[in-house]
């Protein structure tokens, strides 16, 4: 199977969607975004031994890769449009590509997010997606439009990936949680993107951030952006089942610095908390006020007693 052939294959669609005037095959794509709108573009690289182990399931990981992108769009407020896949490939087995462009394509349609083009070359397994989106001038949702005063807001619950992964470990505190490990491991591998939310929260919302890295740590993003601290409310914060027969320092850890949780964090003025909720119920998402962004800058965690704790600002770093 030559280059093209593996292309035709596996990657090419006859109907690329509605905002694709040219797709897979000539040496550009052509996009149609709605008239007006702003262009929101993001990359993600994948890499075999950093980001995924070797024996990871191939679908699993095309749905991945292309959830991560997806989610730094939610992240914005931005519809999908589409994506390119840049792929380094050991060597062209047709049943892991038909697995992988499966998880990655059944995604893809399930968003309207078609793939528009790409790259393919021999190489370590390597993949980098770039997601093109649209959103509405002066509505897409900035890490550094806080403002002191705005609620703060998680979708979802956080957690459960990193309870996954430290099972997979094989880290003692993690093994002896009994819960079923089947919806942590999904989790991990299938993140799902908050997609509808993000859209509903546009206009509504201020600043947001998708969580990759942890919640404190990706937090702090959009504080330093913002140029504000916050509050969090450690009661306000939904626990998963699985995480509650945890220690506690060992829950806060999966709560707080977590990573590859693809929820969405956002702020939001109190006299919108009523549009949030119904940004949630339209889109099926739970969302939950967990706190406060306040003038005073860092955060700061209360407890039940509304007294301050401390507070491990790390988040995941690939060169610390
Ligand atoms: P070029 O030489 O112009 O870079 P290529 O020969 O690399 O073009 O690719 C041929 C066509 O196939 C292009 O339209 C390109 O976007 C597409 N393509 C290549 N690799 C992929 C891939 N992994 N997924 C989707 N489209 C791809
Ligand atoms: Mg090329």
Not at 54 to 77: Q, R, T, W, Y
Not at 164 to 173: D, K, M, N
Request: some cysteine; hydrophobic content about 45%.
């Amino acid at each position: 199977m030559g280059e093209f052939e593996l292309i035709r294959r596996h990657f090419m669609r006859a109907k690329p969607g509605p905002a694709v005037v040219l797709g897979i095959g000539d040496d550009c794509a052509l996009l149609r975004p709605s008239p007006g709108h702003q262009l929101a573009i993001s990359s993600d690289m994948l890499v075999e031994g950093r980001h995924f182990f070797p024996e990871v399931d191939p679908a699993a990981l095309g749905h991945k890769a292309l959830a991560v992108n997806l989610s730094d769009l939610a992240a914005m407020g931005a519809r999908p449009l589409g994506f390119t896949l840049a792929l380094a490939l050991p060597r062209a087995d047709d049943a892991w590509l038909a697995d992988f462009s499966g998880g990655l394509l059944a995604l893809a349609d399930a968003h309207g997010c078609p793939l528009v083009g790409g790259d393919t070359t021999r190489g370590p397994l390597n993949l980098c997606i770039t997601v093109f989106g649209e959103v509405a001038p002066g509505q897409a949702l900035r890490r550094d439009a806080a403002r002191t005063g705005d609620d703060l807001w998680l979708s979802g619950r956080t957690g459960e990936a990193r309870l996954a992964l430290e099972r997979l470990r094989g880290t003692g505190w993690a093994l002896a949680s009994t819960e079923d490990h089947a919806l942590c491991r999904q989790r991990l591998e299938r993140p799902t993107p908050r997609l509808a939310l993000g859209r509903k929260l546009a206009g509504v919302a201020h600043a947001a951030i998708d969580l990759s890295d942890g919640l404190a740590g990706d937090l702090g993003h959009i504080l330093s952006a913002s140029g504000v601290g916050a509050e969090i409310d450690l009661v306000a914060l939904p626990v998963a089942p699985d995480l509650q027969p945890l220690p506690e320092t060992a829950r806060l850890e999966c709560l707080l610095h977590g990573g590859d949780d693809y929820e969405l964090l956002f702020t939001a003025p109190p006299a919108a908390h009523d549009a949030v909720l119904r940004a949630g119920t339209a889109s099926a998402t739970p969302v939950q006020r967990i706190g406060r962004i306040t003038a005073a800058e860092g955060l700061r965690l209360l407890g039940p007693d509304g007294r301050a704790r401390p507070v491990n600002a790390r988040s995941y770093d690939h060169f610390a």
